[in-house]
């Protein structure tokens, strides 16, 4: 995975930034240059007509770009927000599939990693670059160097403990459960069949936890798969809200169904990384 001296793209595929983050990604900027990657920036990263920084098709092609430029070794998207999943139909998954670049990005782009691997097979990061400059930057920094120039894996090293049996291995899908339920019965939701899920989410309290678990429920998640990955509920956990996702799930997966949980994988600035669309084992 080393991109030392390497050109990176940069894009905005959900909400655009607000114009008040201008500082925030120049920093951004400056950390990766000191680590000697070369960030290549979209045209479409700030807002400019309400949250949008460009249509759908305009975020796509600006993503395809990135693709097609055989100088970028890596694509991060550094955004957030609700409206990702309208540049899928747009991509090119041939071209995707084909690439051998790795699409990082959390919360709302769990619409586009997860329709990458449905379409194309592809692994893609479940991870925010913009970690780096977050409260925990020294750590993220440090991980993320390691990781990526360095060709360790410190940043997809994280703890985590069964709360339902005790080991689960299998392709990695999901991510944030609202984002990801916006898939659902299209041709971008991977099937369940052996798979771990993997469920994160920033805000919502129990009842939307709720309707999300009985959906998945609903779409034959939970019988078809390997096994549950809970990361965290960030919302849920400031509130301390009763029942816990870890109570609540238990009500939803059959009893033969492995979960675990991990504190590690979500919203928070200390957030580590996961693979989506790629096979991993959990074991006590």
């Known amino acids: 995975m080393a991109e030392n001296g390497k050109k990176i793209g940069i894009v905005c595929c959900s909400n655009g930034m607000k114009k008040t983050n201008v500082e925030i990604i120049e920093k951004l900027k400056n950390v990766l240059l000191e680590m000697g990657l070369h960030p290549v920036f979209s045209d479409f990263i700030y807002e400019k007509d309400g949250v949008f920084s460009g249509t759908a098709g305009e975020r796509a092609c600006a993503l395809m770009e990135l693709y097609e430029n055989d100088e970028i070794k890596s694509i991060f998207d550094i955004s957030g927000g609700d409206v990702a999943n309208g540049i899928l139909p747009y991509l090119d998954y041939e071209c995707i599939g084909k690439s051998s670049k790795l699409f990082w990005g959390y919360s709302d782009l769990t619409t586009v990693i997860n329709a990458i691997y449905a379409k194309t097979g592809k692994p893609s990061v479940l991870y925010q670059i913009r970690n780096l400059v977050s409260s925990h930057k020294v750590q993220q920094t440090d991980d993320f160097r390691n990781t990526v120039l360095n060709g360790r894996d410190d940043l997809f090293q994280f ?126």
């Open 159 to 284: 703890r985590y403990h069964f709360i339902q049996n005790n080991e689960m291995h299998g392709i990695v899908i999901g991510g944030n459960i609202r984002c990801f339920l916006k898939l659902a019965g299209t041709e971008y939701m991977p099937d369940f069949k052996d798979k771990i899920l993997l469920l994160e989410s920033r805000g919502g309290t129990v009842p939307q936890m709720e309707t999300y678990l009985s959906q998945l429920k609903q779409l034959g998640a939970f019988e078809q798969a390997a096994g549950v990955l809970l990361g965290t509920f960030s919302q849920m956990e400031a509130e301390q809200c009763i029942p816990t996702m870890e109570s609540m799930i238990q009500y939803f997966v059959p009893k033969r169904l492995p979960v675990a949980v991990t504190k590690n994988i979500g919203h928070g600035s200390d957030s580590k990384g996961i693979m989506i669309g790629s096979t991993a084992l959990f074991h006590e």
